[in-house]
């Protein structure tokens, strides 16, 4: 399966790549002289090295002899702090290091969508564990990445969460008929997303119906309409122009008189600025009372797009995001900042076309994708 981050993942490659080979250049020109390492390996690193002058004829006589002042003198060695770091198997950066290469991954990072915000904060993150780790000379490179992978897993964490699982336990503990709410924008594979589900659902011996509230767009009702044959599940649909809130009701009447274990409920996508849709998605929700609101969104889309999902979220909690088209070959900066931006978590990842494209959150693959 191809995710979406290879072009994220070559840049960050090659530029620990090409920052650790400089760095092994530089350790490999700090050779230190052929004196100097003689005496880096008889221990007297850090220290002024100190022995006798070549005593005179009259000091090697016996004793009795009168008393002669020992002469000494005492050599400094040049270059000691660069033998030790030679012939030490770690190394500790500079300072000055670190901040040219974190400065290219901020750039890298911004310019693959993640926000400005969430970018600082892996930065922050990445800059102090470089500069309280002392790091090894072989395989410097792959130190490197695992302290970036550290400071990316900080920020969108390290919970994997099974959609699927939690509503099927939902369903067994009593809460039945467990209603699903979907929002989002058109275009995005809102209704793709809804087929997934209910199929997986299925897929798990739990029963569903959909409800076509998308009652605007056209051709929304024989979209959802198709997949539901497909699939096999009943759907509850009426005529565009409908009240898309007495669909949803009729659908979950017609899963409590079936003891159907779920209810999917499809929505229109319009713009979140249109007051029409916001007081219509409202309705929906007073009327079916989800148990579970998602967003769905595009992987691809815009830098802009946690301010208009927080402007949905203002008028309509919402629980939970799926991202689609995870498979596609983009930035990817969204599946990395949409949450902390927005304080929602992600549920699930669209990864594809067909019924069982789509996987359960899983902040290891986000890491495996773009480290």
Do not use: W
């Amino acid at each position: 399966m191809s995710i979406m981050f290879d072009s994220l993942k070559k840049r960050l490659s090659e530029t620990i790549k090409a920052f650790s080979n400089k760095e092994k250049e530089e350790i490999g020109n700090e050779e230190p002289s052929e004196y100097n390492s003689t005496i880096a390996n008889e221990g007297g690193l850090n220290e002024e090295i100190t022995y006798n002058e070549v005593p005179t004829k009259e000091e090697s006589e016996p004793k009795g002899k009168p008393d002669r002042t020992e002469s000494k003198q005492k050599v400094k060695i040049s270059g000691i702090t660069k033998a030790k770091s030679l012939l030490s198997k770690t190394v500790r950066l500079r300072d000055s290091d670190i901040d040219s290469f974190i400065e290219q991954v901020r750039m890298i990072l911004l310019q693959s969508d993640v926000s400005f915000y969430t970018t600082e904060d892996i930065i922050d993150k990445l800059e102090n564990e470089l500069k309280d780790r002392e790091l090894s000379k072989k395989n410097l490179d792959e130190q490197l990445m695992d302290s970036l992978r550290n400071a990316i897993s900080d920020i969108i964490g390290k919970e994997k969460f099974d959609m699927i699982g939690y509503i099927s336990e939902k369903v067994e503990s009593g809460i039945k008929p467990f209603t699903v709410m979907f929002l989002g924008f058109n275009g995005t594979g809102k209704t793709t997303t809804i087929a997934k589900i209910a199929y997986n659902l299925k897929l798990k011996g739990k029963s569903v119906v959909l409800s076509a509230s998308d009652t605007f767009r056209a051709a929304a009702i024989e979209q959802l309409d198709y997949h539901a044959k497909m699939i096999g599940v009943p759907i509850i649909k009426g005529n565009y122009g409908a009240d898309p809130a007495s669909i949803a009701f009729d659908a979950v009447a017609y899963a409590k008189a079936h003891s159907t274990d779920c209810v999917l409920v499809d929505t229109s996508g319009r713009q979140e600025t249109n007051k029409n849709l916001i007081s219509e998605l409202e309705k929906i929700a007073r009327i079916s009372k989800p148990n579970l609101t998602l967003f769905v969104a595009e992987s691809v889309a815009g830098s802009d797009l946690a301010d208009r999902i927080k402007e949905f979220n203002s008028h309509i909690k919402i629980d939970g995001l799926v991202l689609t088209k995870l498979d596609c070959d983009a930035k990817g900066g969204n599946a990395i900042s949409v949450s902390r931006e927005t304080g929602i978590p992600i549920m699930m990842f669209g990864v594809g076309e067909g019924y069982t494209d789509i996987i359960n959150y899983d902040p290891k693959i986000i890491l495996d994708s773009m480290t």
